[in-house]
Structure formats: structure tokens, C-alpha cells
């Protein structure tokens, strides 16, 4: 979807919350968090523009930051873990409150497309 309408630098901000992990091998095509989406997000966002991503999966979360690292691009400007009675936690989404309720943490992370930036400027 990025690749064909989305033209590159024209995006401030992607946000994605709770994707489904799709543990399962056969399932891993259906992953929506892989290399490929990344290096289109790259593209797309304008300079300085930031990449969030929120999840209740702290293994999930612990990929994508391990995945994140192989894009020199991106750094990470925020990163927190939220308790389920955390007040400071935003509640994006009714997924989110649901997951809180039933004594998820929450796990997010924000970055930063430098674009070739010094990322020092």
C-alpha cells in the first residue's frame, strides 16, 4: 500500500498499535511489521518524521526493536512500558483499554527518520 500511493516524504507520522504477531510460521507472510514495511516507511516520511508503535506483546515488542536497529535512519527517540494501573498510559484505542483491563502492560516505542540527516543537526 505505501509503495503505490503513498508518495515518498510526504508522510509526518505513522502509528501502529497492536498488530497481530501471527506467531505461527506458515502465518509469518501475514506479518504486518517486517523489513520490507519499514524501508517503505523510510521513504515516506518526511525528515524528522516519526514511526510509532505500540504493542502487549513484549516478545513482539522486543522484535521490532531488535529489527528496527538495521535501519540506521531511525532512531529511537521514546521508549516505555506501561502497567496495567499506569494513569500516564494514553489509551490510543478500545483494544488497548481491553488489554489494560485484564492486566496487560502496554509496550511502546516512537522514532525519528533522520533521512540521511545528521542525526547530531
Known amino acids: 500500500m505505501f509503495r503505490e500511493w503513498i508518495p515518498e516524504n510526504s508522510v509526518q507520522a505513522v502509528h501502529i498499535y497492536f498488530p497481530d504477531p501471527w506467531w505461527k510460521r506458515r502465518q509469518a507472510k501475514y506479518r504486518l511489521l517486517t523489513p520490507e514495511l519499514i524501508q517503505n516507511l523510510e521513504k515516506r516520511l518526511q525528515a524528522r518524521g516519526t514511526f510509532c508503535f505500540a504493542t502487549d506483546i513484549q516478545d513482539y515488542f522486543t522484535r ?58
Open 64 to 121: 521490532v526493536l531488535e529489527m528496527m536497529k538495521n535501519f540506521p535512519n531511525f532512531e529511537k527517540a521514546f521508549e516505555r512500558h506501561y502497567s496495567p494501573e499506569d494513569a500516564e498510559n494514553p489509551n490510543r484505542s478500545n483494544f488497548e483499554t481491553k488489554m489494560r483491563l485484564k492486566g496487560r502492560w502496554i509496550f511502546e516505542a516512537h522514532w525519528v527518520n533522520w533521512l540521511g540527516e545528521s542525526i547530531t543537526s
